[in-house]
């Protein structure tokens, strides 16, 4: 059974604020996501990797096969970025499941 | 910018009643999925759909739930005889590529906050 972890569950910065949010997942899989749900409870998919890093913005991806963890980086963080960042995994190509982590809830203070 | 779209944005029901569940995919996407997320719990996946049939279902998508695609453009989720741990929000989600193998992009709607009592 595949377990996805995050780290930490609740953050709260300074607006400004290099954030780092991590996620670690127990089986090997073939491709994981970094989602964003907005207070509202909408979902925006920021991100799929299945190695190395990606930037988009502010946001940096990076994942270590090897190892079974990712991490999601925010720079200069910004009140907006406040949000839930969900981790998401996907075991096998082919297979359409998604098993989510329990998310990290950031707060970014002015 | 395309998006995908789910009506109700929340629905209020008794218990033992039908709810039907609506979303527009976007438009040129293939792939369609349904997940759920029980207030204060993980996102979790029930069921995806292509080629008007389905492709994988998780253990939460009972004989309770059936989805389908009636048109070119909508696509259901229908819970037969609502409990009232079926309480959760609702997401459809949609993808032009198979499971993630291309752009990996996937688009979620606004969700559906269904409320059973």
């Known amino acids: 059974k595949n377990e996805v972890e995050q780290s930490p569950q609740n953050l709260t910065a300074q607006e400004g604020e290099f954030i780092t949010i991590n996620c670690s997942y127990s089986?090997?899989?073939?491709?994981l996501h970094w989602l964003q749900q907005h207070p509202g409870g909408g979902i925006v998919s920021l991100f799929m990797?299945?190695?190395g890093k990606k930037k988009h913005g502010r946001l940096i991806a990076t994942i270590n096969i090897q190892e079974k963890h990712s991490s999601l980086h925010i720079t200069a963080s910004h009140p907006r970025d406040s949000a839930v960042y969900i981790c998401?995994?996907?075991?096998?190509?082919?297979?359409?499941?998604?098993?989510f982590g329990t998310g990290t809830r950031l707060t970014i203070i002015p | 910018e395309p998006e995908v779209t789910q009506t109700p944005s929340h629905q209020v029901t008794q218990m033992g009643q039908e709810v039907i569940l609506r979303c527009v995919p976007i438009?040129?996407?293939?792939?369609f999925y349904w997940y759920r997320q029980i207030l204060g719990q993980k996102v979790e996946f029930l069921v995806s759909?292509?080629?008007?049939?389905?492709?994988?279902k998780s253990e939460i998508f009972d004989d309770q739930f059936s989805v389908e695609r009636p048109d070119g453009s909508n696509f259901t989720l229908k819970i037969r005889s609502t409990k009232l741990e079926d309480s959760a929000m609702y997401f459809c989600?949609?993808?032009?590529?198979?499971?993630?193998?291309?752009?990996?992009?996937?688009?979620f709607g606004e969700g559906s906050r269904l409320t059973v009592l």
């Open positions: 989600a949609s993808s032009e590529s198979l499971a993630f193998a291309n752009t990996g992009e996937l688009f």
């Open positions: 089986v090997g899989i073939s491709a």
């Open positions: 990797l299945s190695s």
């Open positions: 998401a995994v996907r075991v096998n190509f082919g297979n359409e499941k998604l098993t």
């Open positions: 438009s040129n996407h293939l792939y």
């Open positions: 759909f292509y080629n008007n049939e389905i492709s994988e």
